[in-house]
């Protein structure tokens, strides 16, 4: 089964990988993050014929469920304060199973898709995922692939070793991979028949000229850990 699905994201990566003028709608087919043009209309990714709540909730195709959900709101600086700044609009995809493959980066699929765009839905700023429940070999793996493509990323240890960011530097993007550990081993981290430690992580693609908008600015769910 793992084989036939490398095979498969494979192919699919050689298909897409060189189209940058255009995005198969999400779940009719993966996001190629490969080089991902950060110009591509957000209304190719999620078109109009997925709504199915006035303008900012999207049901979309799901190979294992009826439908996976993605809902449009609000992206705040200072999220928690009574005097917040809107930054961005938030595409965030709230029902998704992890069996999915709504995404490809380096042949490394991702079973869920956030992306924020500006207030005015014309420019992407940055694309982000969740890796819920990801063994610690295949996170090592997906780091090392990284760094021998990009050189080898700064590594910071982030709110006394809870969790390390992996950052690539790249000339229009800055790449993060954010990957909570479990210091202290919890049994609760571990899969009970294998025995292999399981982790959670966050990926983030930021278009550079928004890097400043996100990186350590944010304080809502999953971009409190794009420092």
């Given at each position: 089964?793992?084989?036939?699905?490398l095979?498969?994201?494979?192919?699919?990566?050689?298909?897409?990988i060189?189209?940058k003028?255009?995005?198969?709608a999400?779940?009719?087919?993966?996001?190629?993050?490969?080089?991902?043009?950060?110009e591509?209309?957000?209304?190719?990714?999620?078109p109009?014929?997925y709504?199915?709540?006035?303008?900012s909730?999207?049901?979309?195709?799901?190979s294992y469920v009826?439908?996976s959900?993605?809902?449009?709101?609000?992206?705040?600086?200072?999220y928690?304060?009574?005097?917040?700044?809107?930054?961005?609009?938030?595409?965030?995809?709230?029902?998704?199973?992890?069996e999915?493959?709504?995404?490809?980066?380096?042949?490394?699929?991702?079973?869920?898709?956030?992306i924020?765009?500006?207030?005015d839905?014309?420019?992407?700023?940055?694309?982000?995922?969740?890796?819920?429940?990801?063994?610690?070999?295949?996170?090592d793996d997906?780091?090392?692939?990284?760094n021998?493509?990009?050189?080898?990323?700064?590594?910071?240890?982030?709110?006394?070793?809870?969790?390390?960011?992996?950052t690539?530097?790249?000339?229009?993007r800055?790449?993060?991979?954010?990957?909570?550990?479990n210091?202290?081993?919890?049994?609760?981290?571990?899969?009970?028949?294998?025995?292999v430690?399981?982790?959670?992580?966050y990926?983030?693609?930021?278009?550079?000229?928004?890097?400043?908008?996100?990186?350590?600015?944010?304080?809502?769910g999953?971009?409190?850990?794009?420092?």
């Amino acid at each position: 089964m793992q084989l036939r699905r490398l095979v498969f994201l494979n192919l699919i990566t050689i298909l897409f990988i060189g189209c940058k003028s255009h995005e198969k709608a999400i779940g009719e087919a993966p996001i190629i993050l490969d080089n991902f043009n950060f110009e591509t209309n957000i209304k190719d990714i999620y078109p109009d014929r997925y709504k199915v709540d006035g303008d900012s909730v999207y049901a979309f195709p799901s190979s294992y469920v009826k439908e996976s959900t993605t809902a449009i709101d609000t992206l705040y600086e200072e999220y928690w304060s009574s005097d917040k700044t809107p930054k961005g609009l938030n595409y965030k995809q709230l029902i998704y199973t992890k069996e999915d493959t709504i995404a490809i980066f380096e042949n490394f699929p991702f079973a869920n898709l956030n992306i924020v765009t500006t207030l005015d839905h014309k420019k992407i700023m940055m694309i982000s995922s969740f890796l819920e429940e990801i063994s610690k070999t295949k996170t090592d793996d997906f780091v090392s692939k990284l760094n021998q493509k990009y050189g080898k990323a700064e590594r910071v240890s982030q709110n006394y070793n809870e969790y390390e960011v992996y950052t690539w530097n790249l000339k229009d993007r800055t790449i993060k991979y954010s990957v909570l550990l479990n210091e202290r081993k919890d049994p609760r981290h571990f899969d009970k028949t294998t025995g292999v430690e399981i982790l959670n992580a966050y990926f983030f693609i930021i278009k550079k000229e928004y890097e400043n908008v996100f990186v350590d600015k944010m304080d809502e769910g999953a971009l409190n850990y794009c420092k």
